[in-house]
């Protein structure tokens, strides 16, 4: 504790400054996540409440841009499910499937709008020969007979906001008055063994590969999130996660950019398509044996080891600081 000196010679405390990123108070004040269920079950109610007000104003925004409220809005549902996945152990199954399903519907009802609007991007850096290049760009033009109207786009936006915030009410309802950090330890455990099963099915399997990307995010979320509340520990094992899904991105556009040559090919010159498909298909083999690589080594533990190592990171962090004696 600081002192300071009033006008009058008196010596009185002083609560430090905190660090800004330290939600929680000044440091050693933090209220832990570990051992206060309350607390626990508070926090992660706000933060899917949070997942789902940004999809709301992501939908809020489609007529500056529809392509970014399309790409913000599902981010916010992706997040959304992986607060839900921490909560899995704490809810019944029928109440936690239900509120996975309306998540899932959500976001898949803008998955046509999301093709469309990262295609062209991904024709454009492709390295692809010249005659395959013009038959990618003649493809995604034809393509955008098929795009959603914006009206169309924009009430998909609304409707889907309005069903996950509804969502909110329905996750309260549901949750017991607490939530133990075991049943946390158990949903990042379980994130992260679909994810390690994933990445090995990639090796032959593209579906494997795009779940892979889709279960590596979530645990980025979760860690992401629950480093917020902790510290640096965490925050440093969250950025081991985010380093392999940097890596995923623009293999999983390529997957996305083959099914969506194949669906809109139309007139195209088959034998053209067959090359551009070619192309594509050499890339994404490259781009996924690349990306598993880079995950070896983040994904090498036992699920319950890398549950075992964040609980003993968000331990540390949130333990005091023992601040040394002064010296006169």
């Known amino acids: 504790m600081a002192m300071t000196t009033n006008a009058d010679g008196s010596k009185v405390d002083v609560v430090p400054p905190f660090a800004e990123h330290d939600k929680l108070g000044p440091l050693g004040g933090k209220r832990s996540l570990i051992d206060d269920e309350a607390e626990l079950r508070r926090v992660l109610v706000a933060e899917f409440q949070a997942a789902a007000d940004a999809a709301r104003e992501a939908a809020g925004n489609a007529e500056r841009s529809a392509a970014k409220a399309v790409h913000d809005y599902r981010k916010a549902l992706r997040r959304a499910r992986a607060v839900l996945t921490l909560l899995g152990d704490a809810l019944a199954k029928s109440e936690r499937k239900a509120i996975y399903r309306a998540l899932r519907e959500a976001r898949r009802a803008l998955g046509t709008a999301r093709d469309h609007a990262v295609a062209p991007e991904t024709v454009k850096h492709l390295p692809l020969g010249e005659t395959e290049q013009e038959t990618a760009a003649a493809i995604v033009r034809a393509a955008s007979e098929a795009m959603p109207a914006s009206a169309e786009i924009k009430q998909l936006l609304a409707e889907g906001a309005a069903r996950a915030a509804a969502q909110v009410e329905a996750l309260e309802a549901a949750l017991p008055q607490t939530v133990a950090w075991s049943a946390v330890e158990r949903g990042v455990s379980e994130t992260y063994r679909r994810a390690r099963r994933a990445r090995k099915d990639a090796k032959r399997s593209r579906r494997a590969f795009h779940s892979w990307r889709r279960r590596s995010k979530e645990l980025s979320y979760q860690l992401d999130l629950l480093s917020g509340y902790a510290g640096l520990r965490v925050a440093e094992l969250s950025r081991e996660i985010d380093g392999v899904t940097d890596t995923q991105g623009p293999a999983v556009d390529l997957i996305m950019l083959r099914d969506f040559v194949r669906t809109h090919a139309g007139s195209a010159a088959p034998d053209a398509v067959d090359n551009l498909i070619a192309g594509i298909e050499a890339q994404v083999d490259d781009l996924i044996a690349d990306s598993r690589k880079a995950g070896r080594t983040a994904f090498s533990k036992k699920p319950r080891r890398f549950a075992r190592r964040l609980t003993?990171?968000?331990?540390?962090?949130?333990?005091?600081?023992?601040?040394?004696?002064?010296?006169?």
């Open 312 to 328: 003993k990171a968000v331990r540390r962090d949130l333990a005091p600081v023992v601040v040394p004696d002064e010296v006169d």
